[in-house]
């Protein structure tokens, strides 16, 4: 959108210049300057292009300075710099971006903390737990043969005593 408002006024900028010196052809575009300088009328016309700065304390469209990346205080104070939105000026505009960095740099530290740091000691501890589980599987195993032992053996000497008991032998007598 800014840019076909730029090349917009670029284009109605070069018409008026080739109405004004019909016998003069010029195919040089206005200067930044001049383009910034066409949009004065309000804030809003000035922050549509985004190479244009508005200041707010003197009512003047003037160029964002490119070679800097926030403009000077002799070219316009801070808290009276409008650029994207008029609502928004310079000052509250590096504060939040500051602030938003400093959340997203913090989170993200704490995040490879946690990811990577507190992941080493980890192993060594879930090993032990795993050694631990393992050691009372052991021990339960061994406790359950014991008594599945002991029930054998009881059950053996019942079938005795009653005669039921079953021999060893998996062959049987021929009753003839």
């Given at each position: 959108?800014r840019?076909?408002?730029?090349?917009?006024?670029?284009?109605?900028l070069?018409?008026s210049?080739?109405t004004?010196s019909?016998?003069v052809?010029?195919?040089?575009?206005?200067?930044?300057?001049?383009?910034?300088?066409s949009?004065n009328?309000?804030?809003?016309?000035?922050?549509?292009?985004p190479?244009?700065l508005?200041?707010k304390?003197n009512t003047?469209c003037?160029p964002y300075p490119?070679g800097?990346?926030?403009?000077?205080?002799s070219?316009?104070a801070?808290?009276?710099?409008?650029w994207?939105?008029?609502?928004?000026?310079f000052?509250?505009?590096i504060?939040?971006?500051?602030?938003i960095?400093?959340?997203?740099l913090?989170?993200?530290?704490?995040?490879?903390?946690?990811?990577?740091?507190r992941n080493?000691?980890?192993p060594?501890k879930?090993?032990?737990?795993d050694?631990?589980?393992?050691?009372?599987?052991?021990e339960r195993?061994?406790?359950q043969d014991?008594?599945?032992?002991?029930r054998?053996?009881k059950?053996d000497?019942?079938?005795k005593?009653?005669g039921?008991?079953k021999?060893d032998?998996?062959?049987?007598?021929?009753?003839a």
């Open positions: 959108m840019f076909i408002l730029y090349f917009a006024l670029t284009i109605l070069y018409i210049v080739e004004t019909p016998t052809k010029s195919t040089k575009p206005p200067t930044l300057d001049e383009v910034c300088t949009l009328s309000s804030c809003e016309n000035c922050v549509g292009n190479k244009c508005y200041c304390s003047k003037v490119v800097n990346i926030l403009p000077k205080s070219l316009c801070l808290s009276d710099a409008r994207g939105q008029c609502w928004v000026n000052e509250a505009l504060i939040t971006m500051g602030v960095g400093g959340v997203i913090l989170s993200l530290m704490c995040c490879i903390y946690c990811c990577c740091c080493k000691k980890n060594a879930w090993r032990k737990e050694d631990k589980i393992e050691r009372k599987r052991e195993k061994l406790k014991e008594r599945k032992a002991d054998k053996t059950t000497e019942i079938r005593k009653y039921l008991m021999d032998t998996p062959y049987q007598r021929f009753d």
